[in-house]
């Protein structure tokens, strides 16, 4: 059973937005960072955006999302979301989300524990 299932995802035109949702299964998700990475064809899987865990502090995003993207938990739905606006073609790829246990939601793909199974954004010019 995975733990974590994206949706969300779709077929957009650039200038739109999209939210994605990440919702986790029914064990307590609050010590967990949370983050969304994403893959593209033919590159490698990248971080896009964290969340600490709820005792932690902080949110991280990548440099090409920053001011566009806004990363959010609730934790007593056990959902984390990713507010998407101004897309990007470039945006386009398969949206992942990713928990790391008393995690700050740093970028680097290794540290996280649990990982869905992607969601699709495609972003049209």
């Known amino acids: 059973q995975v733990p974590l299932v994206e949706s969300g995802g779709g077929l957009v035109q650039a200038g739109d937005s999209l939210t994605l949702s990440c919702a986790a299964d029914?064990?307590?998700?609050?010590?967990?960072?949370l983050a969304w990475f994403r893959q593209a064809p033919g590159k490698e899987r990248e971080f896009v955006a964290g969340?600490?865990?709820?005792?932690?502090?902080?949110?991280n995003y990548a440099d090409s999302v920053k001011g566009r993207f806004t990363i959010s938990r609730d934790n007593d739905k056990n959902t984390v979301y990713l507010q998407m606006n101004g897309l990007k073609p470039e945006d386009t790829a398969v949206y992942y989300c990713?928990?790391?246990?008393?995690?700050?939601?740093?970028?680097?793909?290794?540290?996280?524990?649990?990982w869905g199974q992607g969601t699709q954004v495609t972003v049209s010019s």
């Open positions: 969340i600490a865990w709820s005792g932690g502090v902080g949110r």
């Open positions: 990713a928990a790391d246990f008393k995690g700050t939601g740093l970028q680097w793909s290794g540290l996280y524990d649990y």
């Open positions: 029914g064990r307590s998700w609050s010590d967990y960072a």
